[in-house]
């Protein structure tokens, strides 16, 4: 796969910027090509707080939805919460069910389960609702594409709330869109055209926080929750957990909330949440984007796709120690079988991609033997080695075909599943994934189907590598590296910097770690003064493979970040390698 270097050259007035902030033009750029513009935007980047996440009363049917929450609470009506099976359906169901809980509401929840029930709620699970005497249904992080689902509970007498962060089905009609919004009680979803919430990147666990969240300080209800305080506390670290393992934007207030929840999960007092962070051998260290997107947020997604996400939910209201620590552990070794399953799968779907599909620019990939709960990241890994828009079709429990897409930029995968969803007996998601379902025999005629209507060129096919600042290595210094720190957190949308510079000198070059899976350089650089300085870098990608291909090179030209090294106390800057000519 090759790749392109790109410098990102967003104009601004760095110095006045530098200025006005107090911090380096060099930061100054970082923010500017994070898409911050206006001094509020900047001022958010770098100071942004709890104060200035945004006002919940924005969100489309919010005042509707917690005055049919309060009457419900105040009657003593019967609730049920309907989640999905991943991590932000299950931390979004925490938050409503305690919440409105905690208000004095009787409510239960109902997690579909990704085999016998697909994604969202179905007819069967309102039916279910209606036998079990259900007034009032609350969906979350799924519904806004169930308009015949809400119009059947509407029709057996039934109330309901939808609360979503997806995009909002449409038909197009003389090259207009014609939005299919469900005829729900209250619609919170900041994909609706009509919202006028300034951010549409929150996921549905943050839905579900604001929703709570207005309740408590806008409602009746909010006057007979004591701990309302602690309570609101705990639900932003739940929707912070969501918004880093539903792999959403950290930009805008997404950014202050995960800021805010890592610190908030460092010292948790949910007793399930802390089980699953000693389970994973992290308690007692800084908690970082990384460890709930690779480490703790694929425990909650991995019960959801082998078993039920029913032990996920259960472990967060778990409030004995011991068993808290019993469905932790059983988490993390779901997650182990997990892994190991992917890895095969992975394999298969990249030896038949190179066998046969080699040519096409939309990557579908029928394997029916593959668990269909691991199609979603065996597409995302295909993605990752081919950088293709990549679909894995696999066979559910009735011999039908499920599928699960993820997508490059500048390939909408919501959008262009939408120019064939007459194949499709469902589909929803949004820009970079998606879900599907189809009757048997199809997969030939939809891979056929996407490529024709593809029109992705050859260089939307190769990986853009975005370059932040092309900078000397030997300008970076224990100040810059220091004052980095404050675009933390960093992940989706705010990567860590990328710094380039041509023709660096290798000093020298070698193979460490366990395995030689480390290439270990010493690098020379041109200060800022003229001067010379020798500076220590790494590579972890492809170790030995990059070794052999620079070890008799005296030059090379690099794509790096930087960071600091700790040893044995000691404290150095090191750039990371993470590409190289």
């Known amino acids: 796969m090759s790749r392109k270097w790109v410098v990102v050259s967003k104009g601004a007035d760095f110095n006045k910027i530098a200025a006005d902030f107090n911090i380096s033009p060099y930061l100054a750029r970082i923010i500017r090509n994070r898409g911050a513009v206006t001094y509020d ?21 919010m005042d509707e939805a917690a005055q049919i929450l309060t009457d419900a609470i105040q009657a003593g009506v019967r609730m049920r919460v309907v989640g999905d099976y991943d991590i932000d359906g299950v931390c979004a169901s925490y938050i409503l069910k305690k919440g409105i809980e905690s208000a004095g509401g009787i409510v239960d929840v109902t997690l579909p389960e990704r085999i016998k029930d697909g994604y969202g709620i179905n007819e ?28 059947l509970a509407l029709s057996l007498g039934m109330s309901m709330i939808i609360t979503d962060h997806h995009e909002v089905p449409y038909e197009e009609r003389d090259g207009e869109k014609e939005y299919l919004l469900p005829q729900a009680d209250a619609v919170i979803d ?13 996921c549905g666990a943050m839905v579900a926080y604001k ?31 969501a918004t880093v393992g ?32 000693e389970a994973a051998h992290l308690t007692g260290k800084p908690l970082s984007v990384y460890h709930i997107g690779f480490v703790l947020g694929p425990c909650i997604n991995a019960t959801g796709r082998l078993e039920s996400a029913d032990a996920a939910l259960e472990l967060f209201f778990e409030t004995d120690e011991e068993r808290a620590r019993e469905r932790a552990r059983s988490l993390v070794s779901v997650n182990e079988s997990r892994k190991n399953m992917t890895i095969a799968y992975t394999d298969q779907a990249i030896s038949l991609v190179t066998e046969k599909y080699a040519k096409d620019k939309v990557l579908v990939v029928y394997m029916p033997e593959c668990h269909e709960s691991l199609a979603g990241i065996v597409a995302g890994r295909l993605r990752e080695h081919f950088y293709r828009p990549s679909i894995v079709l696999t066979n559910d429990s009735e011999g039908n ?30 820009k970079m994934a998606a879900g599907l379902s189809m009757k048997a025999g199809l997969a030939d005629a939809l891979r056929e189907a996407m490529n024709d209507k593809c029109t992705l060129t050859d260089d ?14 030997g300008y970076i210094d224990d100040a810059l590296v220091s004052e980095l720190d404050r675009l933390e957190p960093c992940g989706v949308a705010n990567p860590r910097p990328l710094f380039a510079e041509k023709d660096v000198i290798i000093r020298s070059i070698s193979l460490a770690g366990k395995n030689n899976n480390v290439v270990k350089f010493t690098l020379e650089g041109k200060t800022a003064t003229g001067g010379r ?31 600091f090294n700790e040893y044995e106390g000691r404290r150095s800057v090191q750039l990371v390698i993470k590409d190289y000519m």
């Open 124 to 151: 069967n699970i309102i039916r279910a609702a209606y036998d079990d005497g259900i007034e009032l249904i609350i969906t979350c992080d799924n519904g806004i594409a169930a308009a015949k689902e809400t119009d």
């Open 211 to 241: 929703l709570i969240s207005y309740l408590y300080t806008e409602t009746e209800a909010g006057n007979a929750v004591s701990d309302r305080e602690e309570l609101l506390t705990e639900f932003l670290s739940f929707a912070a957990f």
């Open 460 to 473: 939307d096919l190769v990986e853009k590598m975005k370059i932040d600042i092309p900078l000397p290595i």
């Open 246 to 277: 539903d792999i959403m934007e950290l930009r805008d207030e997404n950014r202050i909330a995960v800021r805010y929840g890592l610190d908030i999960l460092k010292n948790t007092k949910n007793t399930g949440m802390r089980a699953l962070i």
């Open 41 to 61: 935007e900047i001022d958010m980047f770098l100071n942004g707080d709890i104060s200035k996440m945004h006002d919940p009363a924005l969100l489309p049917d």
């Open 401 to 430: 075909i499920k599928g699960s897409g993820r997508s490059i930029e500048g390939y909408s995968m919501f959008d262009e599943l939408g120019k064939v969803k007459d194949m499709f007996t469902k589909f929803g998601g949004h």
């Open 190 to 202: 900041p994909k609706r055209a009509d919202c006028d919430y300034p951010f549409d990147g929150i």
């Open 533 to 563: 300085k020798i500076i220590n870098a790494v590579c972890f990608d492809d170790a030995e493979k990059v070794y052999e291909q620079l070890k008799d090179r005296d030059r090379v030209s690099i794509l790096y970040q930087a960071g």
